[in-house]
């Protein structure tokens, strides 16, 4: 009797994606056992990601990407996001999470203040330091977000 066949986890394979992606790496090829996976990154097809320096007048702080991922911007498919635009958020408060390798990560806001807009989408695939949010910084006047 032979073993069943072994099969490609989708996650497995994006995290792989992800982790690839923002890097200089052209072709990656893992195998074991009967599995083999090639991924290829075409470098003219790549996003370039502009970061305009802010002007003068603008005292919004970004929330950036800790590590490369996939970003979700509420802790379950049924809960309610962590913040949305216009929100009320402390420092050290949880904005979002970065899903990599199956591992959940906090992303957290580094100064309290009024999220006046996101930057990403509900699973969109993030590279480390990438802009997420801005906060433009102050005292939370009414209530702390808590969506």
Same mark, same amino acid.
């Given at each position: 009797?032979?073993?069943?066949?072994?099969?490609?986890?989708?996650?497995?394979? +994006?995290?792989?994606?992800?982790?690839?992606?923002?890097?200089?790496?052209?072709?990656?090829?893992?195998?074991?056992?009967?599995?083999?996976?090639?991924?290829?990154?075409?470098?003219?097809?790549?996003?370039?990601?502009?970061?305009? =320096?802010?002007?003068?007048?603008? +005292?919004?702080? =970004?929330?950036? =990407?800790?590590?490369?991922?996939?970003?979700?911007?509420?802790?379950?498919?049924?809960?309610?996001?962590?913040?949305?635009?216009?929100?009320?958020?402390? =420092?050290?408060?949880?904005?979002?999470?970065?899903?990599?390798?199956?591992?959940?990560?906090?992303?957290?806001?580094?100064?309290?203040?009024?999220?006046?807009?996101?930057?990403?989408?509900?699973?969109?695939?993030?590279?480390?330091?990438?802009?997420?949010?801005?906060?433009?910084?102050?005292?939370?006047?009414?209530?702390?977000?808590?969506?």
């Amino acid at each position: 009797m032979t073993p069943p066949a072994r099969q490609v986890i989708p996650s497995t394979v +994006a995290a792989v994606v992800a982790q690839l992606e923002g890097t200089e790496v052209e072709e990656l090829e893992l195998s074991w056992d009967d599995i083999r996976i090639r991924v290829r990154q075409d470098p003219t097809l790549m996003p370039v990601v502009s970061d305009p =320096a802010p002007s003068e007048e603008d +005292a919004t702080v =970004a929330v950036r =990407a800790p590590l490369n991922g996939i970003y979700y911007s509420r802790p379950a498919p049924e809960q309610p996001s962590f913040v949305s635009e216009g929100a009320l958020v402390v =420092a050290g408060q949880t904005v979002g999470l970065i899903e990599t390798m199956k591992l959940f990560n906090e992303v957290q806001s580094e100064v309290g203040g009024t999220v006046v807009s996101i930057r990403v989408q509900d699973g969109d695939l993030v590279e480390k330091d990438q802009e997420l949010m801005r906060i433009e910084p102050g005292e939370p006047q009414g209530e702390v977000s808590d969506e």
